[in-house]
């Protein structure tokens, strides 16, 4: 029973979940034809929340044919709770020497969980800053892009879409710089 | 008073919002289907990001590469076999837009983002789901982010 539960509770390695991912596609095209692409749900929840007068004409559209996404993001929250407090993995994410070492560079200790606390800290106002800065260029991105990791990287990527392939190349280089050279800025003011 | 005379299109047969409930809890377990993967594979964890971008894991790499190598042989298979979605659709798939700045400009914005606070939209909400409130912060300002695009998309090179 331990041991099964000891299972249950370990991280996947990239041949089990890679393969996990990609089904996504063809799951979603046999449940009703529909592409899979997650940020959507960001301009959908835009056209529900915002006042009819104060509407760009960009969230003016039918989004209750778009419910089933609005679901799946549903389904995220749920998923992120059977994986991520029920079969929580006791352990922390396994890094490489390489990894952790630059983590540690970074002012930050390798714990459990998925988020480490020094970027969870809301009482620290550069923690705020770095949440709210990168949320902004996600969501202005992703609609900015037409896509994410999802509706691009996987999706585009899958379907041979040479535009998918120009905006996963994006993602990659935006990424780099970042992480190599924006979020040392943002954790000096941090720590 | 007598019933008005279907309309096609107009007037859905009154089984069709039964129908439309269990089409929608599919797509609700097909999302935890898929929150369990991101979390289960690490693709939600801040520390895997961070290895990805400085090069310094094959984890993701790895992940990325065999989700699209699978992606791409089992949707070319369900079109292939021409089978039908199982609402009786036949299975198409939706060319992106043409063109190349929007991607360019906008995927680096999101990338850098990305690469901040770790997170794309979907380990966002499954984030959220592990009990990461924080997570709420990056929801509300990727929000604000989306709007910002929709009031200035006029202005913007495409």
């Given at each position: ?6 299972f249950?509770?370990?991280p996947?390695?990239w041949y ?7 089904l ?8 009703g ?5 997650i ?14 007068r ?12 778009e419910?089933?996404n609005?679901?799946?993001a549903?389904?995220l929250l ?9 079969l ?10 390489a ?20 970027l ?19 969501g202005?991105?992703t ?9 691009h990287?996987i ?11 120009m905006?996963?190349?994006s993602f990659?280089a935006?990424?780099?710089?970042s ?8 954790m000096?003011v941090?720590? | 008073m007598?019933?008005s ?29 898929f ?32 989700a699209?190598?699978?992606?791409m042989?089992?949707?070319a ?19 992106k ?6 991607y360019v ?6 990338g ?7 997170v ?6 499954t ?10 912060v ?10 910002l ?5 006029e202005?913007?090179p495409?």
């Amino acid at each position: 029973m331990t041991e099964l539960l000891d299972f249950l509770r370990s991280p996947w390695p990239w041949y089990v979940g890679g393969p996990l991912i990609g089904l996504t596609v063809p799951l979603l095209l046999w449940l009703g034809n529909k592409s899979f692409g997650i940020s959507s749900n960001l301009r959908h929840a835009c056209a529900i929340l915002l006042p009819e007068r104060a509407k760009p004409s960009f969230f003016r559209y039918d989004w209750k044919k778009e419910r089933w996404n609005l679901m799946f993001a549903g389904g995220l929250l749920l998923g992120g709770f059977v994986a991520g407090v029920l079969l929580a993995n006791p352990e922390p994410t396994r890094l490489s020497a390489a990894g952790a070492a630059s983590v540690q560079e970074l002012g930050v200790t390798v714990r459990p969980g998925l988020v480490p606390t020094e970027l969870t800290d809301l009482s620290n106002p550069g923690v705020w800053l770095l949440l709210a800065v990168s949320g902004l260029l996600v969501g202005f991105g992703t609609r900015y892009g037409g896509g994410c990791t999802s509706g691009h990287a996987i999706t585009g990527l899958s379907t041979l879409q040479g535009p998918s392939l120009m905006a996963t190349v994006s993602f990659f280089a935006g990424g780099i710089l970042s992480a190599n050279f924006l979020l040392p800025l943002f954790m000096a003011v941090i720590r | 008073m007598t019933p008005s005379p279907p309309i096609p299109g107009v007037h859905t047969p009154p089984t069709s919002s039964s129908r439309t409930a269990t089409g929608l809890l599919a797509y609700l377990l097909a999302g935890l289907y898929f929150g369990v993967v991101l979390v289960k594979s690490e693709a939600a964890s801040w520390y895997r990001i961070q290895e990805m971008f400085r090069f310094e894991s094959f984890h993701m790499f790895g992940l990325i590469g065999s989700a699209v190598l699978t992606g791409m042989v089992t949707t070319a298979l369900l079109r292939r076999s021409g089978a039908k979605s199982r609402d009786g659709q036949t299975i198409t798939v939706t060319p992106k837009e043409k063109g190349w700045r929007r991607y360019v400009l906008g995927g680096v914005t999101f990338g850098v983002g990305w690469g901040l606070a770790g997170v794309c939209p979907g380990p966002v909400f499954t984030l959220l789901g592990a009990g990461v409130w924080p997570m709420l912060v990056v929801l509300a300002f990727a929000l604000l982010g989306t709007y910002l695009y929709g009031a200035f998309k006029e202005r913007l090179p495409h």
